[in-house]
């Protein structure tokens, strides 16, 4: 995924946690808006 300029990331946009609740995959250009709108709009029992 990396590779190809994408990223993956826990909701705190930490990379190499596999054991957080969240993830967040993405083409990396718009990564750190999507992981503020998981932040943002995730009820906190799912994160």
Do not use: C, W, Y
Not at 13 to 39: F, P
């Amino acid at each position: 995924m990396t590779e190809a300029g994408g990223r993956f990331t826990n909701e705190e946009g930490e990379t190499n946690q596999l054991a957080a609740r969240a993830h967040i995959a993405s083409n990396g250009k718009l990564h750190e808006d999507l992981r503020e709108i998981v932040a943002n709009t995730m009820p906190p029992h799912l994160m």
